[in-house]
């Protein structure tokens, strides 16, 4: 035993204090800016989940009567991703809306190519939100970029009247309102909300996987005071997110030393320059978790972390790097976990770097879900179902 | 008729200066301390030496309070907390809690000296990692391993042979709302270097900073002995990050001379935390009705000409209760703000 | 590194004081540029925390000692040379003086592209399509992109996504996922009311700054479905 006048760190308690927030409530802003009629601030749905934001504020996550602001990287290219939270949302019989009227945020593109400006990135931003709430809904937002960017569009709503006057009059030409949410919420935090519920109806064992996590920097580093933290967490030193939900499931969190590090995406770095993106989500990320983590897989909660992780490690293998982790979003292991079918629903097929090993080790018949999936496969090219419905997958 | 005594609230440096000051002149000087000892933070979180002469804090404090121990013009009130006020210049009923115990005191001035409190790094923008790595300790915990003369590793007990200071923790930091410098981290931390250096000659140091800020005799005192003779590693650009890397730590910053990102395994780091003003100092602002300033420090009212003098007459504010402040400035403004608040009180007593 | 202060180093001596005073003028004139810039002390805190800094010959503090001082010969140097590099990641947002250097390369951005700098154009080389796919159709990227041609490096397993595709995207349950140009189904509706944002902002002006041809599709394209749905407008 070592006798020092100094705590360790397992001994240090930091106790998060709303009193000591170096910023205002924006919420408090927009409910005043309501008051002066300047906006109409959309309210989560009642009966709303209570999760801590950086400085120890409350956040309202809704449970139902969600707007599912689709990702258009997801949608487009890892369709398992949104099709896992819709699964979840019908698992537990929620009232949720996956709605036609709605656009992607185009801030990838804004972020990629800075074709637009933030009249524009506003407006696209305030129609989605009005859609929401025409239809009575509560919007959720399912990429990480989309959910970081609104979160910058609200924030300069409240700050800048000559923005906000200018939307307001685009939205009137609409024959819309200037309506901003209450909360801006990702899905991930509604799968953190929900983390118990999920494990109450857990039927996959994941207590002896081991799981690295990339926090997504729209989604922690714009306007940061509005993730995720938990005292119980890394002591609310950094985001809780993912890691909460994954810890629930019973899965070892592993950490590494470039946890903080972007995946490497860059907006028009994946799609112009993407040998950057290639070398830094292999060497900066993937071969960092292998050495000092091992971990079986990597989690994220984001379009562009699950796509430049996973299709970077293509090339990395070609250089004999250390590769070869899977990568998935928190809201298909969450719903693997529930017993979500690894093709039907996760849509594994869609990714890129071999996650075989890891279904295996999870007791999951690879050959035998495939063939279920081929099976559904075979009869829409034969003609003999026009689709693959929900029925179909989640028998 | 004023009441000539003068009420003293904290029993650090500037209060205890203040406490000498007025007894020196021949008047009654009542000292409220909430501790049941003198001393304040040096003493409390048991500094091994002082900045910049390195004298051995406890015999510095000694000599700075032996003055006013058993001194008939100075009653010296432990465990007690001052509570409420009423009253003004000349006339001031003080309400205070000793042991539970309600007490009254009837003064003609009050000087408050209830100081600062170091930033918990917990708040911190940056990923220092405080609160998840053992060999991550802050100016505070290096200063009672220092008193008992041994610096090891708090993950495991060994001599660290690579270390780092990392300045303008809590400081010059707009996002945290904390803009203003703390004035003493830098010399604290060259003091500390020089320290461990002496225990430690074979450890490597490094210090992150932004701007080093040591003012007249301090560079010749402590920067400059701590570059020539002890070979402290000075290097312009701060560290943003702090993970574990083995059974080291990883350190990020970038050496903006070199104009490039690093990372450097230490075996330790000291966070420089900077000051705020402690709980004593903001509730004492609330008792007597004083301003503060946006950072929560008392304000006074005559800017560089008048450091003491607050917004309510016979009140004065001293040491770190008006923002970072060093041993020299407390003891300075202790003893100012004798001087005014007993010439405050005088000159009642003329023009009645 | 480009040092402006340097005058023999200056790579961009050709272009006019005027012409570098009058585009740092339009950054300056953004409404967000008071709460992104303040000052800096260059502690280097932005560089430690950037990606494109360890693979580029990049710096954040660079741009904001820069903008910082004013120093446009310095500022147009970084508009063309360094800042399509920034990966906008936003991690030098902790930047503690409270600047943001991504959201300053944003603006730098916007008024390269504005003012049509070639270096914006080759940045953007290759990237049309893309534009042309947001801004047309409200998706940034669709399933149709999924061609090996257009991902070499993502290996066989975007051939087997081209060849499935047209069953994959039937083989998902969520309805609104079966398309194959989009995301996901859009309304007519939703597509009109995008168009008129475009229109309404003047967002197509930054189209025209960089690739006149795009802009005559994108133009001829939504011109045509705004006619259809009963409205009157031309781009300009």
Known sequence: MIHLPVLKASDRLFKIDPEEAPTHDLRDELFQLEKEGELEVIRVPEPYMEVKTKYGRIKKIPVEKTWHHKSCGQCGHIPGYSTSIFWLNRAFGLDYYDPTDQTSCTAWNYYASATSNPEAQAAVAIRNFAAAHEVGYFPLIHCGTSFGHYKEVRHALVHQPELRRKVRDIMKRLGKKLVVPEEVVHYSEWVLAMRDRIAERQVIDMSHITATVHPACHYHKLIEEDAVYDSEIYGAQRSAIVTATLQALGINVADYSTWFDCCGFGFRHILVSRDFSRSFSVQRKIEVMREEANPDITVTHDTGCVTTLDQSQVVGKAHKKKVGLPVMADSQVAALAMGAHPYKVLQLHWHNTDNKPFLRKLGIDVDKTWAEFQAECDLIKAGKKEFMTWEDAEK | MANENVLIIGGGAAGIEAAKGISGLGFKAILVEKRDRLGGTPDEEKYAALTPDLRDTQEALGDLMAPIKDNPLVDIHYNTLVTGASGELGNFTIKALQLGKEIEFQVGAVIIATGFKHFDPGRETQKYSYYELDDVITLTDAEKMLSEHKFVRPSNGEEPKRLCFIQCVGSRDRRLGNEYCSKVCCGISSKQSIEIKKLLPDCKIYIFYIDMRMYGYWENEIYWPAQEKYKVNYIKGMATEIVKKGDKVLVKGEDTTLRRPMEVEMDMVILAVGMEPSEGTQQMAEIFGLNKNKYGFIETTGGCLDTVSTNVPGVYAVGATTGPADLEDSVSTGGLAAMKALSAIRSLAVTA | ?236
């Open chain 3, 1 to 236: 590194m480009p040092q402006a202060l340097d005058i023999r180093q200056n790579k961009y001596s050709d272009v006019t004081q005027e012409e570098k005073d009058r585009l740092f003028q339009e950054c300056k004139d953004d409404e967000r540029w008071s709460h992104i810039l303040y000052g800096c002390y260059e502690c280097g805190i932005c560089v430690a925390a950037c990606p494109s800094a360890r693979f580029y010959d990049f710096s954040p503090r660079l741009i904001a000692q820069a903008v910082a001082r004013e120093d446009t010969d310095l500022i147009y140097t970084l508009m063309n040379d360094s800042v399509w590099d920034c990966s906008q990641c936003f991690s030098c947002d902790r930047c503690p003086r409270g600047n943001s250097p991504g959201q300053v390369i944003t603006v730098m951005r916007e008024v390269a592209v504005k003012n049509g700098l070639n270096t914006a154009k080759e940045a953007l080389e290759g990237y049309g399509r893309i534009i042309y796919k947001i801004m047309s159709t409200g998706s940034q990227v669709s399933p149709d992109m999924l061609q090996p041609n257009a991902f070499p490096d993502w290996g066989h397993h975007v051939h087997d996504i081209a060849e499935n595709l047209d069953v994959w995207r039937k083989a998902l349950p969520p309805e609104t996922l079966h398309t194959i140009e989009t995301g996901w189904k859009v309304d007519e509706k939703t597509i009109i009311e995008l168009y008129l944002i475009w229109h309404m902002t003047g967002v197509m002006d930054l189209i025209l700054g960089i690739d006149e041809g795009l802009h005559m599709i994108l133009v001829d394209v939504m011109e045509e479905r705004l006619e259809e749905a009963g409205y009157d407008i031309e781009f300009d």
